[in-house]
């Protein structure tokens, strides 16, 4: 938790410049991975340590003082964040899966993304009604599979705390699909 107090106490030129950094390690990708989507390449920002680990602790001094009972990230790529960010906030993690991958008994929501849809899953006892859960993932582009998770988490009787994510893409306005929820995010294009 130290870089987590220092993040709290820095200035808005500071965190601008931090972010600029964190944005110059992103990749873009043109047609991937279908001919007209700019891909955001993360991989390029997760091989760098410090970038990632600053990412996480960034993540984590945004919600140290909540109070919240889990951390659910998104297969696959919002596991990346959502391990450790739970591991962090010293919260259980819950992994949100495509289609047929958990084992046990499940809820199941269908869903559209920037390109393509798909179902999301959640086991029917991974959320005990009451509990808060906050909804971590890699990247905000049209909402949709973070809306989905939000309904996988609220059919379970789960309060939704807020969703945090690393990059949010603002020209295709996911926010607008989150209306109502507290949403985080680090890097904005
Ligand atoms: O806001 P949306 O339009 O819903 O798009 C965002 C989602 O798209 C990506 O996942 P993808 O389905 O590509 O899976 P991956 O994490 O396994 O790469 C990304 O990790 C988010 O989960
Ligand atoms: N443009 C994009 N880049 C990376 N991941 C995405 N998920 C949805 N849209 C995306």
Same mark, same amino acid.
Request: no cysteine; glycine share 6%; hydrophobic share 40%.
């Given at each position: 938790?130290? +870089?987590?107090?220092?993040?709290?106490?820095? %200035?808005? $030129?500071?965190?601008s410049r931090a972010m600029d950094h964190l944005k110059a390690l992103i990749r873009d990708v043109p047609d991937f991975p279908t001919k007209g989507i700019l891909f955001k390449d993360i991989t390029t920002l997760l091989k760098d340590a410090d970038a990632f680990g600053e990412v996480i602790d960034r993540m984590a001094s945004r919600y140290v003082d909540d109070e919240i009972d889990l951390v659910a990230a998104i297969e696959s790529r919002g596991f990346i964040f959502g391990a450790p960010l739970a591991y962090e906030l010293g919260l259980g993690f819950v992994p949100v899966r495509k289609l047929g991958? +958990?084992?046990? $008994? #499940?809820?199941?929501? $269908? /869903? #559209? +993304?920037? /390109? *393509?849809? %798909?179902?999301l899953e959640m086991h029917v =006892?991974?959320?005990?009604p009451g509990q808060r859960v906050l909804i971590? =993932? =890699?990247?905000?582009a049209t909402g949709g599979t973070a809306k989905a998770t939000a309904q996988l988490v609220e059919r379970l009787g789960g309060i939704v705390h807020g969703f945090a994510f690393?990059?949010?893409?603002?020209?295709?306005? *996911?926010?607008?699909?989150?209306?109502g929820y507290d949403v985080f995010t680090l890097i904005q294009y």
């Open positions: 938790m130290r +870089l987590v107090l220092a993040h709290a106490r820095e %200035n808005v $030129e500071g965190r991958k +958990l084992p046990a $008994e #499940t809820i199941e929501q $269908e /869903y #559209t +993304l920037e /390109y *393509g849809s %798909n179902h =006892d991974a959320v005990q971590v =993932d =890699d990247l905000l690393m990059v949010e893409l603002t020209f295709l306005n *996911g926010r607008s699909r989150l209306e």
